[in-house]
């Protein structure tokens, strides 16, 4: 039966987020414009047509930091799934960790780049959520992770979930 409830059609945008770790903690990057600005948060940004997620992830780390990881070195960890009650559309965002990278670290006039030591990661200072799931990401753990978010970002309902490395979620699977 065609169904006229529109309310689980959903228009899906994919994004890539990367955080990069070395000796000195983990890298991550002042947004200084466009969404998210005046927080940090790992580099990514939108995939864009005619790119695989992978590439989206390698490009999107090097517009922004002009750090180059070879696709070999990027680890697919998993993905973040954010619904909003008032909008059709859902972010997937799907999330890389590197530890192999060269070129110098470079400011964009997207994001100023700084090394946090994994105790000193600003997490008031980002995305709300990220508490909830970086974490794991940092204890080299997969992750599955949903939220339900209204109006300018309440969260509504969470769902996280550590998997193994024989478990990483795939988005549509
Ligand atoms: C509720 N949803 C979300 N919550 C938290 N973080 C989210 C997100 N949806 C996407 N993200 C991340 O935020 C950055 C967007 O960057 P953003 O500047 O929009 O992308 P991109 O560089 O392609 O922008 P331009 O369109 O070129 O300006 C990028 O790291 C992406 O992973």
């Known amino acids: ?28 990057g002042f947004k ?5 600005v005046g927080k940090w948060n790992g580099f990514g940004g939108k ?10 992830a390698m490009r999107e780390l090097k517009e922004e930091s002009n750090l180059t990881v ?4 990027m680890i697919y ?3 973040v799934r954010y619904d ?8 997937i965002v799907y999330i890389f960790t590197a530890s192999e990278f060269s070129d110098s670290l470079e400011e964009s006039e997207e994001m100023a780049p700084k090394w946090f030591k994994i105790s000193e990661i600003p997490y008031e200072e980002m995305w709300g ?12 753990k ?6 339900l978010l209204s109006g300018e970002r309440n969260m509504v309902k969470k769902n996280v979930e550590e998997r193994d490395e024989n478990n990483i979620p795939v988005y549509g699977e």
């Open 47 to 56: 995939i864009e047509k005619g790119e695989t997620i992978l590439q989206g």
């Open 129 to 140: 959520d990220s508490k909830y799931w970086l974490p794991i990401v940092l204890r080299k």
């Open 84 to 91: 909003r009650v008032d909008s059709p559309q859902v972010d």
């Open 142 to 147: 997969g992750i599955f992770a949903e939220f």
């Open 70 to 73: 070879s696709s070999s070195n």
């Open 77 to 79: 960890v998993g993905y």
């Open 1 to 28: 039966m065609p169904s006229s409830d529109n309310n689980n059609i959903k228009s899906i945008v994919e994004f890539t987020l990367i955080f990069v770790r070395s000796d000195e903690g983990v890298l991550l």
């Open 32 to 36: 200084k414009r466009g969404f998210g």
